[in-house]
């Protein structure tokens, strides 16, 4: 029997998509050599109370942070939010947007390279225009090296931008959708049942090589569903903790649930004045 081969665009749509994605896998591997999974900043560790006045410069106080938020109508339009949070008061001092339609398509595990440009873009203006509520840390709605090639959203950001990054994950979508050295959602859950009446309200998320990929942490008393923090870019996982823990009113970090609760707000403000 004669065999049949697969039609011409078919196979030119699957070669073109084969090829962007060795491109990707490329400039995230080049990237990854940059990668500073340890603190290295020049402030001191955020603490609960104001620093004193020669404190002051030393001191975290501005943490950042950044979502991106989809039209369920038109999917390709996005709203990009970069919001800027004085850590102590928890009060929001900075915000700014950007709507526009995305011509990259998400694909699993390259995330970064549909979303990280529009961010970016938001930083770079912020910091061009010499803001003094620029963020000495970002906190991203996304992984970190919590990731199937160990290089997340946050990471990516982190090492364009050059800030000290902290990937938050909201939902155990990444368990779902990607196999990251033998750890699943079954088994976290597990965890963190038999973790139930313990003090310590978080897990290493430990893979089968004994590599600690991040931590599935419930982030306020009576939360069921924990977050997952991993390490973005220039900071330890010791460090992301204390910080993250500082930013929690709600299970989600203010900084990354202000960028998400705007992001929406403002996207669909922009709709219906486009749409009306």
Request: proline share 5%; hydrophobic share 40%.
């Amino acid at each position: 029997m004669e065999s049949i081969s697969p039609a011409p665009a078919e196979s030119s749509s699957s070669s073109a998509s084969s090829t962007q994605d060795k491109i990707w896998m490329e400039a995230q591997d080049e990237l990854k050599q940059k990668l500073i999974a340890q603190d290295d900043f020049p402030w001191r560790s955020a603490t609960t109370a104001p620093p004193t006045s020669d404190q002051e410069e030393k001191a975290l106080k501005y943490v950042g942070g950044v979502d991106i938020s989809y039209s369920k109508e038109h999917p390709s339009m996005a709203c990009g939010t970069l919001v800027v949070l004085d850590i102590h008061s928890l009060q929001v001092v900075y915000e700014d947007y950007s709507v526009l339609t995305l011509s990259v398509p998400y694909v699993p595990g390259f995330l970064a390279f549909r979303e990280a440009p529009v961010l970016l873009e938001l930083l770079e203006k912020m910091k061009a225009g010499a803001n003094l509520f620029y963020p000495q840390l970002l906190m991203v709605d996304g992984n970190g090296i919590l990731h199937p090639r160990g290089f997340g959203l946050a990471c990516h950001l982190g090492i364009l931008a050059n800030l000290p990054t902290i990937g938050i994950g909201k939902n155990s979508a990444i368990f779902q959708l990607h196999h990251v050295d033998g750890l699943t959602l079954s088994g976290v859950r597990q965890l963190l049942k038999a973790k139930e009446d313990c003090a310590e309200d978080f897990i290493n998320l430990t893979g089968r090589s004994g590599r600690i990929w991040g931590v599935a942490m419930r982030s306020t008393d009576g939360s069921v569903k924990p977050i997952f923090i991993s390490i973005g870019h220039r900071i330890s996982l010791d460090t992301a903790i204390k910080i993250v823990k500082l930013t929690c009113k709600y299970r989600v970090p203010e900084p990354i649930r202000q960028a998400d609760i705007r992001s929406r707000e403002y996207l669909r403000k922009h709709q219906a004045m486009i749409f009306k």
